[in-house]
């Protein structure tokens, strides 16, 4: 079973670039999440997704933007590439079900602003 | 608003001793609990959960987690360290009143395994 799958793993990006990273899920969950973590702060929650054609602000919203046009597929998109963007990106995904569903993740992009 | 504390942000044990992880939460109201871990450079893997029932919540590799309500408290542990438990772990809680089913994350624990 794929899971949730991130593409792409690694990436390296010069200042005011632009990319779009993908996670794709199989499972049919209607949940899905973009975070971003960095060394001693956790996990941060970028957007989240509650179903098809729906998106909502997290934490750190800033600089960042995403879709979800397929239940399958959220993208996270960065318009112009700043160097604090440096981070380990993951994707979940979640049933929707209930408080006591967990969250599956991807293994993250790993993405360098130079 | 809801948040999680983990007690160090690195821990060191030997092989073969116990292994302790603290996790406390604040909440007037009793969230749902779970332990990720994250082995190095892969996600995170649901490690066990608290929903309702009992304490006592036993996950997978041999670790176990203890809900006390009157302690905010829901600590990890192990009885005894493998090479293999060297990771990071994290910390989560769901909150009922929120219903886009999102996580408050700990900072998380680097747990290092001494031979």
């Known amino acids: 079973n794929a899971g949730v799958t991130q593409t792409p793993k690694f990436r390296v990006l010069k200042t005011g670039q632009s990319m779009t990273l993908l996670c794709a899920q199989d499972m049919n969950h209607e949940y899905m999440y973009w975070y971003r973590q960095d060394p001693g702060m956790g996990l941060r929650l970028i957007h989240y997704?509650?179903?098809?054609?729906?998106?909502a602000k997290g934490e750190v919203p800033d600089g960042y933007n995403v879709s979800r046009l397929k239940k399958q597929n959220f993208l996270l998109g960065l318009e112009s590439a700043a160097p604090s963007q440096t981070s380990v990106y993951f994707c979940?995904?979640?049933?929707?079900?209930?408080?006591?569903?967990?969250?599956?993740f991807g293994d993250g992009t790993r993405l360098s602003i130079l | 608003a809801q948040s999680v504390t983990q007690l160090g942000s690195h821990v060191s044990v030997s092989e073969g001793a116990l292994v302790l992880l603290r996790c406390n939460y604040s909440s007037s109201v009793p969230p749902y609990l779970f332990w990720y871990v994250q082995y190095p450079n892969q996600g995170l893997q649901l490690l066990l959960k608290?929903?309702?029932?009992a304490t006592l919540v036993k996950g997978i590799n041999g670790f176990e987690a203890e809900f006390k309500k009157s302690e905010t408290s829901f600590h990890l542990t192990k009885p005894s360290a493998h090479m293999s438990d060297a990771a990071e772990y994290f910390c989560?809680?769901?909150?009922?009143?929120?219903?886009?089913?999102?996580?408050?994350w700990g900072a998380g624990t680097k747990l290092i395994i001494k031979p």
């Open positions: 979940a995904s979640n049933t929707g079900t209930g408080y006591f569903q967990p969250q599956h």
């Open positions: 997704s509650v179903g098809e054609g729906t998106t």
């Open positions: 608290y929903t309702t029932g």
């Open positions: 989560a809680v769901s909150d009922p009143r929120d219903s886009n089913y999102q996580l408050i």
